[in-house]
Every structure is written in C-alpha cells, then in structure tokens.
C-alpha cells in the first residue's frame, strides 16, 4: 500500500463496512427481500459518489495503492451501485485495465460485467449473478451455455454454477431470505426501475 494512500484506504474499507452493517440489519429485519430498500439505495448512492471522487482522485484503487482489503472493498462498492449504471461501466472498464496489469482480481470483473449484462438484458458469462425464479428458487440469471460459462469460471478460479447455486441457496436459506409473494410484480416493477435508473429503454 503507498503511504499517502492510507486515509483514502481506511475510507473505502468504512464505506464497505456500513454497506454490510446495513444489508445485516435488513437481513434480521426480514426486509432484503422486499425490493430495492430506500435506505440501502440512499446508502449505495452516496457511496458511489463517494468512490467516484476517490477514483478521479487517484485512479482505480487497485491493492497496489490502497491494499488488498480497500480494493476488495473498492469491487463491492461498485457491485452495489445499481442505480448508476455510467459509474458502474466506468469502473468495469478501469478494473479491466488493472486485471490486465496483474494489479486487480479477474473474480471481481467477471462478477461486475456480469452484473451490468444482467441489468442490460444479456446473458451472463460467469453465471454469477442469481434472482427469485417462478417456482421461488434462488438461479442464475439468463446465460448463454453452461458448458463455456462452467469453463470461464474454473479458468479464474471459480467453482462450477451447480456448485455455486447450491452455496447461494443455502445462504438465503441461513439467512431467512424468502421469495417475493408476487413474482410477476416484482418483475415488472424490476424492468420499470432498469429503465427510470437508465440501464434499458
């Protein structure tokens, strides 16, 4: 980590930690499931401004600058700025550049690309990004062959999709996450949020 970076460090890491302290308190709550939470919105808006500065300021936070833990940090930040979707594809292009230069994770592009196809209405090439099904299960959003995307993800490291929806059904499990009560709303009400937020038309 480079010296003068340390307070920008530390920044990042308590953006992360009051994200996680948020989504836990929904979590027992029982609220995570009921759509897109107005205070977790708030929270994810603010952070992305936040970073956005931090990142014009110095760039991606790459573990180079900042550490491993504020770039991991970094990464789930941007995960989670869902209502910005020109923030989002900006930092996916500069984590590309620091994957490139050995200076970041490919696991945390190849969960943010997944992310932006999903909200853009493509499919998925890591199978990482999961939504409540008709029958009320936990799976993967639309991809394009389980074959490629299995290889793509053991090529970075990561476990088959069988495996990993197996681990993310159990979580929610744990956690007391239920399915929506009205699937086809829930749908809806996430195709008008995509385009009011500019993800699609």
Request: with cysteine.
């Amino acid at each position: 980590m480079k010296k003068d970076f340390k307070a920008i460090a530390k920044k990042i890491i308590e953006l992360k930690n009051a994200d996680l302290a948020l989504r836990e308190k929904l979590i027992q709550s029982r609220q995570l499931s009921n759509g897109y939470n107005d205070e977790m919105k708030a929270l994810h808006h603010k952070n992305a401004q936040i970073l956005n500065d931090i990142i014009n300021t110095i760039g991606y936070p790459t573990k180079d600058k900042v550490g491993k833990e504020a770039s991991e940090a970094t990464w789930l930040i941007i995960q989670h700025s869902i209502g910005q979707p020109k923030f989002m594809k900006k930092c996916a292009a500069l984590l590309e550049k620091a994957v490139t230069e050995n200076h970041a994770n490919p696991i945390n592009l190849a969960y943010l690309n997944d992310r932006i196809a999903v909200f853009e209405g493509k499919p998925q090439r890591y199978g990482t990004q999961f939504d409540w099904d008709v029958d009320g299960n936990l799976s993967p959003n639309l991809y394009d062959d389980l074959t490629k995307v299995n290889e793509r993800r053991k090529a970075i490291g990561l476990n088959t999709l069988e495996e990993q929806t197996e681990t993310i059904r159990r979580q929610v499990k744990n956690e007391n996450q239920s399915p929506p009560t009205d699937y086809e709303k829930r749908k809806q009400e996430m195709e008008e949020w995509k385009i009011k937020v500019g993800w699609t038309r």
